[in-house]
């Protein structure tokens, strides 16, 4: 049963052939029995009583197509019922008073919440390694990290535990747990999904997205998750060309005549063989399905890092300020006055990750700093994006390469080295500052790393780079290569 898509459960419960409750307590058993910590919250009785809720539509026939499926949030979005924490102490016990719009709109298509689950802090990481809650582990070698920051939310796809569930990715957050874990996601272009009621950590990147199985179904997700919403003023509305459409619409186009950029910069220094054979066998499959290859560059690649490093923790500082003691969560239990309440709370309630970054921004944005980096980096911001557009004008319909550098590495291996952490986002945080959407499919395994075999368990991920808008064409191109292979059907032995 969990290893069904969702395509195939929605179909099996429109035929009464199972109920959302029996699917539901399905996936609840699952989670009680996994040890992956990929889940934070969990609530059987507000799940089922949604589940009950969706039966009732099956029965007066005003069930749609994710009605009664099954969906774990990751714990940034708000959720009334289950506690929101961001994977920090700051909101160790924090209950939402409403919902995330995107958590309102798979509320009303019927969805079920199977609780949330696990993320970096305030979805700063690439490991999980920085969750105030331990870090999940990798279903596919409990050993390896899941990626993140969205790692729960991939590690429950992998682990079977949920069909479906919601991610966030302000520099790949969604496309590098996806590749690590061996599932499927996509970060839509900026703007189309609403982050009213996600918690912030930088405004100008931060997308929503889904992750699952297939990009099928990532497809029926996004129909629901993307919208115009007034109550989020960076919100794309209709005019701009955030439509209602709908995603499913192009899954069936064939490839012949699809130019693939690759650019050099994502196959130099620092990609591993092994990582760079699974992508390449990829393309391969790509040309075999009718499309051509085209060399491409993106000069402004390596900058990414620096640029995607002061932006992210500017943003984040002035977001996090709100975090003092007196509107939410934490607050030192002892302390001389307000000053030193401020100061105590902030130093018990963030981890060090999370502080750090707090720092770096608040440096950034001072005067006399302000100019020589926050303004230096939004204007190479500006430059990367340009090589996007220099690609797509006409060379390219979309790009392609690896997600990440490495397959997933072991639990502890990064954690005391930021910096490290940091340059394997290189593939992920360009399109992220330029706003695209991207994906990240399964493509392979590792093949073991220096006679290391334990690598050739991990999964590797292959990115597929659109132009703003270009979702529908991207999830058919994905769709294509999924209905040619079956690296996304694989599924870790021993969940
Ligand atoms: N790894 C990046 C960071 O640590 C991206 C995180 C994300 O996309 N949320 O900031």
């Known amino acids: 049963m969990h290893n069904k898509t969702i395509k195939e459960l929605s179909a099996l419960l429109h035929a009464k052939q199972i109920s959302s409750t029996e699917l539901t307590r399905h996936y609840l058993g699952r989670i009680e029995a996994s040890g992956h910590n990929a889940f934070l919250h969990v609530d059987q009785e507000l799940s089922l009583a949604q589940a009950a809720a969706a039966d009732a539509r099956f029965a007066d026939g005003t069930a749609g197509p994710l009605t009664g499926v099954p969906i774990a949030h990751k714990d940034i979005f708000v959720t009334r019922g289950w506690r929101t924490t961001a994977g920090s102490k700051m909101l160790a016990n924090y209950v939402s008073p409403f919902d995330a719009t995107v958590v309102e709109r798979f509320n009303s298509a019927g969805m079920v919440t199977l609780g949330k689950v696990n993320l970096d802090e305030f979805a700063m990481g690439s490991s999980n390694e920085n969750s105030a809650f331990a870090p999940v582990h990798n279903p596919w070698d409990a050993k390896a990290v899941p990626g993140g920051s969205s790692g729960g939310s991939a590690a429950a796809i992998a682990a079977r535990l949920a069909p479906a569930a919601t991610a966030t990715d302000t520099g790949g957050s969604i496309r590098q747990p996806a590749a690590f874990c061996g599932v499927t996601g996509i970060k839509p272009t900026y703007g ?53 459409e709908d995603f499913t619409r192009e899954l069936n186009q064939p490839l012949t005549g699809l130019r693939i950029g690759v650019p050099s910069e994502y196959f130099g220094e620092g990609l591993a063989a092994d990582v760079e054979q699974a992508v390449r066998a990829a393309l391969e499959q790509f040309v075999k399905l009718g499309a051509t290859l085209v060399d491409i560059s993106l000069p402004k690649t390596a900058l990414s890092i620096p640029t995607y490093y002061i932006i992210a923790p500017a943003e984040a500082s002035s977001n996090l300020s709100r975090f003092d003691g007196v509107r939410y969560g934490h607050r030192a239990s002892e302390y001389k006055d307000l000053q030193d309440m401020y100061k105590k709370t902030r130093a018990e309630g963030f981890g060090r990750e999370v502080q750090r970054r707090i720092m770096v921004g608040t440096y950034v944005l001072c005067h006399g700093y302000y100019d020589a980096y926050y303004v230096q980096a939004q204007k190479i911001r500006r430059l990367i994006a340009d090589d996007f557009q220099a690609a797509f004008a006409d060379k390219c319909d979309v790009i392609m390469g690896p997600v990440a550098p490495t397959v997933a590495w072991d639990l502890g291996d990064k954690a005391n080295d930021p910096v490290a952490n940091y340059l394997a986002d290189i593939y992920t945080l360009s399109t992220s500052l330029a706003g ?21 368990k991990r999964p590797v991920g292959l990115q597929i780079i659109g132009n703003y808008f270009s979702e529908a064409k991207l999830l058919n191109v994905a769709h294509q290569y999924q209905l040619a292979t079956d690296w996304h059907q694989r599924a870790p032995e021993n969940i």
């Open 436 to 456: 695209l959407p991207g994906m990240s499919i399964p493509c392979g395994f590792g093949q073991g790393k220096d006679g290391d075999m334990r690598n050739a």
């Open 192 to 244: 189309r999904v609403s982050r009213f009621g996600m918690i912030a950590f930088a405004s100008s990147l931060d997308q929503g997205g889904p992750i699952a199985q297939t990009a099928e179904d990532c497809a029926l997700l996004l129909n629901d998750m993307v919208g115009h919403d007034v109550r989020d003023s960076t919100s794309l509305t209709p005019e701009q060309g955030n439509l209602q």
